[in-house]
Structures are given as C-alpha cells and as structure tokens.
C-alpha cells in the first residue's frame, strides 16, 4: 500500500522569498505523484505530476518539484512566493495499474505573509 | 476545460435526515471519486465508480452508498446524517489510465456539510 506524508502542516513565509514544502511516500512499486493546490472555498487544482522521464517537473504560477526515488521525496519549491499563493497544497501518489486511486497527504497550508 | 458540478456549496441537516450529494461531469470521464476533506487528514476517499452502475468502496465507506445511473452523474447518499459526517465534501472524475493517460482527477467546488 503507498502512503504519503507532508512534513509541515503548516509553513509561514513572507513574500518574495523562496519556498520548499516536502512530501516523502511510501510504496514497494513504482508511483505517479502529484501537486494540487486548494485555495479558500474552492475545490482542488493541479499544480503538476510525474510519471516518468525527467525528475525535475515545472507546473503553473511557476511552481516546481523534484522526484527523488532513493529519497521517495517529491519536494515542491517556488523561487520567489506572492500573496496569492496562500492556500492548502497536498501531495498525492498513486499507482500506474489498477483503478489508480489517489492516496493524498494530510496538506501543508501555506501562508505568505507582506 | 472541464467542468465539475456539485449541486450545492452549503448545507445544513438535522440527525437522522436523508442527504443526497450530486455531482456532474461534463468530460464523458469513466472515472468518478468522492472524498470528504478534515483538517489534519487531507482528502479520504468514500466510494468511487468506474463505469455506469459500477462502484467500488473507498476508504471511509461506512455510513455512505452512491449511485451512478448515468456517465456524467454521481451522487453521495448519506442514509441517516450523523454528526461526524460534519465535513467538506468533494467530488472527482478522472481522465483515462493506461499508456496515454494522465490521471489526473478533476475536482469539484466542494460541499460543506453540517449535521445538526
């Protein structure tokens, strides 16, 4: 079974600066990963995914991520943060077979401060 | 793009109610989710349907069934609403799998909902 875990529930930053928020999983098999991002009362959105080829994975509002299979690390990191950033990211893994169920993370809340 | 409906945002119910929860797609996806979200636990998956008729349990499927009659439509029903099925509801569908597919789920709005 693959499980996901987001280190920082919660990560405070101010704006302009760079930021990192970490996810490690779990899983005996290969995986596909991915970003989604939930801003106030709104539904889930895609950020990125990886399914193979290149580790380094860009994604919309200038995000990125890191697939690091000795580490089973998938890292999201942004250079430079806005305020619009504030929201609720998770993390989620699934498998390439069967009926692909999407196993996320408890999320990381994050808050850009001015 | 795609779209994912959920026929309502907010909702309030009292114990013991029967609660309907609609969803509809507008992608012609196989493939469609629900997830309740609680601070803390991220999204847990309830029940999920790959085809007309068909479903599967998720996670967390005690006190919940569905029911998908047709392609674009998935509903949650909450047969006699407890209290600690206080949450926030979401609903997915998802592209193909396979060799060309992405996986990548679609989500609806969301629906808050409070048993009282």
């Known amino acids: 079974a693959q499980s996901v875990t987001q280190l920082d529930s919660q990560v405070p930053v101010f704006e302009e600066a760079p930021v990192e928020l970490r996810c490690n999983y779990s899983?005996?098999?290969?995986?596909?990963l991915f970003w989604y991002v939930q801003y106030p009362n709104q539904g889930l959105q895609l950020l990125l995914k990886?399914?193979?080829?290149?580790?380094l994975v860009k994604g919309i509002n200038g995000f990125e991520a890191e697939f690091n299979k000795s580490q089973t690390s998938f890292h999201l990191r942004k250079p430079s943060v806005h305020i619009s950033d504030t929201a609720e990211y998770f993390c989620a893994v699934t498998r390439p077979v069967g009926y692909n169920k999407l196993i996320f993370g408890a999320g990381t809340r994050l808050a850009v401060h001015p | 793009d795609v779209k994912v409906t959920q026929s309502s945002r907010y909702l309030v119910k009292r114990t013991g109610e029967k609660v309907f929860l609609e969803c509809v797609q507008d992608m012609d996806h196989e493939n469609m989710f629900w997830y309740r979200q609680d601070p803390g636990l991220g999204l847990r998956l309830i029940y999920f349907?790959?085809?007309?008729?068909?479903?599967e349990k998720g996670d967390i499927p005690e006190g919940y069934s569905v029911s998908r009659e047709k392609k674009e439509r998935f509903s949650l029903i909450l047969e006699s609403a407890s209290t600690n099925q206080t949450s926030m509801y979401l609903c997915?569908?998802?592209?193909?799998?396979?060799?060309?597919?992405?996986?990548?789920?679609?989500f609806g709005p969301g629906t808050r909902l409070t048993v009282t």
């Open positions: 899983s005996s098999v290969s995986v596909y």
């Open positions: 349907s790959y085809d007309v008729k068909m479903k």
């Open positions: 997915a569908s998802r592209t193909p799998g396979g060799r060309r597919g992405s996986y990548e789920q679609y």
């Open positions: 990886y399914l193979s080829g290149s580790t």
